[in-house]
């Protein structure tokens, strides 16, 4: 009707914009709708149908693949129940936001909390396993136990359910320990291994307010995923009214996960969805201007001098080896004039030693210019601070001591050109100076105070 208005051009991109726009509307009012009685709930967005035969191993902490969420999507689950006191608490909580959760059940639980576990379901959750026995270290058991771990976690949830109907096909490992064996048997059973995007760390000897905290840091690092949280811990009780405040006031969503069955196909995704962020959002793209650094610092880049350039058969060799002598063992024979047959010949090409040349800088002009202005500034400034009275001492000792250093790499470059052994003899003067006059500022500034 209203696009039937507008005729021509306009037309489709207005009812493409409208119809967005009544969409995002239509799904906060039914959150809204969906949680009578709770207008700031965070509410569950969407429900996904997953195919865990397409998609066996699910979890960023261990797997290239996670849930195809879109940006901001988060999906809670919830390990170890069912445990009265706090698994109701916590069901009692998600149904005030009326949030739609996975709860990984252990089998032993199960046996010990029926009820609990029906719980979990009549609130519309859903149910899975995670063991019978919870053990420790699953990854070394022998293979045949974890299979067995995980038929009876799988057997006593299912005769907890009572109503013929088996828990979703969502296997989590405790302690995520997995090994190769146990997931190509839950491949072979149709089981979906689920790991994580990131945990709350809710299981250790932390407090709730760090729960929340490493809950939405970690979230907020990797920007959508599956929270791992334990509804056996009153830690967890305490934090998670605050975390669906908190992902709700940041604009995150909750989506729930269910399974595909032959009355429930799977939602449309496609492979690159199945990625945390799929390849053209990969951050080694933005670390790519870091390259360039790592390339210019290698010396690969200097020449070889040649053997000319070294001064070994123009000199007293023999003078020098005696000199030497005491700290490097050299042959007691001079190698000279023998001197095609020098070992260091192949030691040299490896060395960095640089060629003369390289001390000739184009600029040398210009440097010592600016070596002679840097000079003039410190003598000036030195005349400053001999006026200057005590509040301004110290900050113009510290600008002198910054005139001081960049005046003396270009004097010693400058001379350099020249002559490579005079810069060493050259290069103290104008250093002495400089230091004399930082000192001579610093005493300045002392006697003042
Ligand atoms: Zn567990």
């Given at each position: 009707m209203?696009?039937?208005?507008?005729?021509?051009?306009?037309?489709?991109?207005l009812?493409?914009s409208?119809?967005g726009?009544?969409?995002s509307v239509?799904?906060?009012?039914?959150s809204?709708?969906?949680?009578?009685?709770?207008?700031?709930?965070?509410?569950t967005?969407?429900?996904?149908?997953?195919?865990?035969?397409?998609?066996?191993?699910?979890?960023?902490m261990?797997?290239?693949?996670?849930?195809?969420?879109?940006?901001?999507?988060?999906?809670?689950?919830?390990?170890?129940g069912?445990?009265?006191?706090?698994?109701?608490q916590?069901?009692?909580?998600?149904?005030?936001?009326?949030?739609?959760?996975t709860?990984?059940?252990?089998?032993?639980?199960?046996?010990?909390?029926?009820?609990?576990?029906?719980?979990?379901?009549?609130?519309?959750?859903?149910?899975?396993?995670?063991?019978?026995?919870?053990?420790?270290?699953?990854?070394?058991?022998?293979?045949?136990?974890?299979?067995?771990?995980?038929?009876q976690?799988?057997?006593?949830?299912t005769?907890?359910?009572?109503?013929?109907?088996?828990?979703?096909?969502?296997?989590?490992i405790?302690?995520l320990?997995?090994?190769?064996?146990i997931e190509?048997?839950?491949?072979?059973?149709?089981?979906?291994?689920?790991?994580?995007?990131?945990?709350?760390?809710?299981?250790?000897?932390?407090?709730?307010?760090r729960?929340?905290?490493?809950a939405?840091?970690?979230?907020?690092q990797?920007?959508?995923?599956?929270?791992?949280?334990?509804?056996?811990q009153?830690?967890?009780?305490?934090?998670?009214?605050r975390?669906?405040?908190?992902?709700k006031?940041?604009?995150y969503r909750?989506?729930?996960?269910?399974?595909?069955t032959?009355?429930?196909?799977?939602?449309?995704t496609e492979?690159?969805?199945?990625?945390?962020?799929?390849?053209?959002?990969m951050?080694?793209?933005?670390?790519?201007?870091?390259v360039?650094?790592?390339?210019?610092?290698?010396?690969?880049?200097?020449?070889?001098?040649?053997l000319?350039?070294?001064?070994?058969?123009?000199?007293?060799?023999?003078?020098?080896?005696s000199?030497?002598?005491?700290?490097?063992p050299?042959?007691?024979?001079?190698?000279?004039?023998?001197?095609t047959?020098?070992?260091?010949?192949?030691t040299?090409?490896a060395?960095?030693?640089?060629?003369?040349?390289?001390?000739k800088?184009?600029?040398?002009?210009?440097?010592?210019?600016?070596?002679a202005?840097?000079?003039r500034?410190?003598?000036?400034a030195?005349?400053?601070?001999?006026v200057?009275?005590?509040?301004?001492?110290?900050?113009?000792?510290?600008?002198?001591?910054?005139?001081?250093?960049?005046?003396?790499?270009?004097?010693s470059a400058?001379?350099?050109?020249?002559?490579?052994?005079g810069a060493a003899?050259?290069?103290?003067?104008?250093?002495?100076?400089?230091k004399?006059?930082?000192r001579?500022?610093?005493v300045?500034?002392?006697?003042k105070?």
């Amino acid at each position: 009707m209203i696009a039937s208005v507008f005729g021509g051009l306009r037309r489709r991109p207005l009812t493409a914009s409208c119809v967005g726009l009544l969409a995002s509307v239509a799904a906060q009012a039914a959150s809204a709708a969906d949680c009578p009685g709770h207008p700031d709930a965070i509410g569950t967005s969407r429900t996904i149908v997953v195919d865990p035969r397409a998609h066996p191993m699910i979890g960023t902490m261990q797997y290239a693949k996670t849930l195809p969420l879109a940006d901001r999507e988060v999906v809670l689950t919830f390990d170890d129940g069912p445990l009265p006191k706090y698994s109701n608490q916590i069901l009692d909580i998600l149904a005030a936001h009326c949030a739609k959760a996975t709860f990984f059940l252990i089998g032993r639980q199960a046996n010990g909390n029926p009820e609990g576990v029906r719980k979990v379901r009549d609130a519309g959750h859903t149910v899975a396993t995670h063991s019978q026995n919870h053990p420790t270290g699953m990854d070394r058991l022998p293979l045949d136990r974890s299979k067995q771990e995980i038929e009876q976690g799988i057997a006593s949830v299912t005769a907890a359910l009572g109503d013929g109907t088996a828990p979703a096909p969502f296997l989590r490992i405790p302690g995520l320990r997995v090994n190769n064996g146990i997931e190509e048997f839950a491949a072979s059973k149709g089981l979906q291994l689920w790991s994580a995007d990131f945990p709350a760390d809710d299981w250790r000897d932390v407090s709730a307010n760090r729960v929340y905290e490493l809950a939405m840091q970690r979230l907020e690092q990797k920007g959508k995923g599956i929270l791992l949280l334990h509804d056996i811990q009153p830690r967890t009780v305490a934090a998670l009214p605050r975390i669906l405040r908190e992902l709700k006031t940041r604009g995150y969503r909750i989506v729930h996960v269910v399974p595909a069955t032959p009355d429930r196909p799977a939602t449309p995704t496609e492979p690159q969805q199945w990625q945390l962020h799929p390849p053209s959002e990969m951050v080694a793209i933005s670390r790519w201007p870091k390259v360039p650094k790592f390339a210019s610092a290698g010396p690969a880049a200097l020449p070889v001098p040649a053997l000319s350039d070294l001064d070994w058969h123009t000199s007293d060799l023999g003078a020098r080896a005696s000199r030497r002598g005491r700290g490097v063992p050299l042959p007691p024979v001079t190698l000279w004039p023998r001197q095609t047959t020098l070992p260091p010949a192949g030691t040299l090409a490896a060395l960095p030693v640089p060629a003369r040349s390289i001390f000739k800088i184009p600029e040398s002009a210009s440097m010592t210019l600016l070596a002679a202005s840097a000079r003039r500034a410190t003598s000036t400034a030195q005349a400053q601070a001999r006026v200057m009275d005590v509040s301004s001492a110290k900050p113009a000792g510290k600008s002198r001591h910054g005139h001081a250093a960049a005046a003396q790499p270009p004097a010693s470059a400058g001379q350099t050109a020249q002559a490579p052994q005079g810069a060493a003899g050259a290069a103290p003067k104008p250093a002495a100076q400089a230091k004399r006059n930082g000192r001579s500022v610093r005493v300045a500034g002392l006697k003042k105070r």
